[in-house]
Every structure is written in C-alpha cells, then in structure tokens.
C-alpha cells in the first residue's frame, strides 16, 4: 500500500492570539485551512494533533522558563522578551499542541504510517531558546522534535534545514555542541536576529554540524537551487541522517513583508523535491516539516501548496 503524506494541524492554533496587527496572527490558520482542506481534501491524510507531554518539553526547555510560560494562562497577556512575544490564557496549550503535531508526526513517520508529514501549526518555534521566548516563539518545535527522534525512537543522527528567511538562532544554540543534530540554515544576512554567520559552525563535539549559508537581500530562486546543490545536498551525504526535519519558514517569498529575499513558491517545491529526494536516498523517505514564518496570506497559501505538492510527489 502507498503511504500518504500527512497534514497535522488543528483549529486550536487560532486561539493564540497577539495583539491586533501582530504578523503571527490566527489568520494564519483561520484563512488558509479551508483553502488547503479544499485542494488536498482526499490527498493527504488530515490528522488532528495531541499535545506533548510536558517531559519532552524538558528535553529542550529549563523548568524555569516553561513554568514561566504556563503562569501566563491564569492572567492578561504577557510580552515574553523585549519585544514581540506574547503569551496569555490559552497560549501554553496552544503552543504544546504545536509541538505536538511534530511529536504525533514523528511516530507515524517511524511507524510507517504515513510517508512524510508537514505540520501546519502556530505559534512558530525556532527562535525560542532554551531558558527564554524570542521572535514570535514560545516552545522550539523542530528542537523538540529532533530530540524526541533521538531519545524515543533511538535514531542516531537528525538533520535540521532551516529555510525561514531569518536564523533560527534557538535551534541552533540547542544543538551547537551536539554531533547528533546537524543543523542547516539558509537565511537573509544581515537581518533579524543577527545570527547566523559562515564562521557560527558548531563548537566542541559539535564543530562541523552547524551550517549557515547567509543569502543577500534580493537572492532569488537561482541562488537557493546553487546553494542547495553546493552545500546543502553535500551536507546531507555526508552527514547520512535518520530524519530530516524542516524548519519550513515561507517568509523568504518575494511577497513577504517580513525579509527581502526574493523566493517564488516554484521555488519552495524545488527546495522540497530535492530534499525528499535526500530523504528518499538516506533514511527512508523520513521528512518532517514544520510551520515557522510566513506573514503574507496569499504568498504562504501559494508556498504551502506547492510544498505540499512536492511532498505527495511520487
């Protein structure tokens, strides 16, 4: 029997809600979920995600900083860091049901339940660090997860692309001295949050398991297709991981007010081809890919589509 690429999300990610005119809104969801339940009604498998346990939580985050975030439910809304991130009533669930699609998504993908996943979810993840929020993130899902894959189902080696167009500074800071976890990031440099340098390569037991491929503002399709063949691809040979996550960030599309790289989503289904066709090659066909940016309603609706396209391609 074919195995079918999943979808994981729920209406539930719409009851986080920033402040009014925030970019990481529940239109996010609210907007794009009919439309994509419509197109790929009975191509994918739509499953509802279960929360995490607050154990794997712990794997990642300190019990300070997760405490922090659950006190938030019993009062007003909160700013978390210094300047975007809030948290308020259901946010905490909201946001360990958000890991937990990519927790779900692990189990069946090593189940062979399903062939690959995306996890359609909110609030985003890979800027969050381990004791701190940043950057619209509250819990690093894509972090999580990659741990969960370790210490549950006993892989040895994940790999973690990162294609937001801003650096996912928490993941890498969570795996910066672990060889287990190769993490990938292309990125606009210089921009927000300023990390992300060629020379940021890992430390430790973990030099040489970080890369970063800092794309200049105006970088095209073409750019991403040389960086990919050049670094990316290589990198996966070379590492030869048992899954690879993404962290599947849309905000790199020429139509996102957030960066100024200039993605189609012809692109994106590039992107996600050649990384099925790795994943294909090394572990199984094992892909995961998670939600992060992607604040244009229209050029993340044309860039989810044609990941997902990628992904049900035989």
Not at 15 to 40: C, V
Not at 43 to 59: D, G, H, M, Y
Request: aromatic residues 10%; charged residues 25%.
């Amino acid at each position: 029997m074919d195995l079918k690429t999943a979808v994981f999300c729920s209406e539930k990610f719409a009851q986080h809600r920033p402040p009014s005119g925030h970019p990481e809104s529940p239109a996010r969801i609210t907007q794009l979920l009919p439309k994509l339940r419509e197109d790929f009604l009975h191509s994918v498998l739509w499953i509802e995600p279960t929360a995490a346990p607050e154990q794997w939580i712990q794997r990642v985050h300190t019990p300070q900083y997760i405490e922090r975030v659950r006190k938030t439910q019993k009062g007003p809304m909160v700013l978390l860091d210094g300047g975007d991130t809030f948290a308020y009533g259901p946010s905490y669930e909201v946001a360990l049901l958000a890991v937990g699609a990519a927790l779900n998504a692990v189990d069946k993908v090593m189940s062979k339940e399903i062939k690959n996943a995306f996890c359609f979810v909110r609030p985003p993840g890979h800027h969050a660090l381990a004791n701190a929020a940043m950057g619209f993130c509250l819990f690093n899902t894509v972090a999580i997860a990659a741990r969960y894959a370790l210490e549950k189902h006993g892989l040895k080696k994940v790999f973690i692309l990162d294609w937001d167009v801003h650096h996912g500074n928490g993941t890498q800071d969570i795996f910066y001295e672990d060889p287990q976890v190769f993490y990938a990031s292309l990125h606009q440099f210089p921009h927000y949050p300023g990390t992300g340098k060629s020379t940021e390569i890992g430390k430790n037991e973990g030099l040489g398991y970080t890369l970063n491929l800092c794309m200049p503002r105006g970088a095209s399709d073409s750019h991403y297709e040389k960086a990919f063949d050049e670094k990316i691809i290589p990198a996966i040979e070379s590492f030869k991981p048992d899954m690879i996550l993404i962290s599947a960030g849309f905000d790199a599309h020429k139509d996102d007010p957030l960066g100024e790289i200039y993605l189609t989503e012809q692109g994106f289904e590039k992107m996600t081809r050649l990384i099925k066709e790795a994943a294909e090659r090394h572990c199984q066909g094992r892909m995961i890919s998670v939600l992060e940016g992607g604040y244009n309603i229209e050029s993340l609706y044309k860039s989810i589509k044609s990941h997902l396209q990628a992904l049900l391609a035989d």
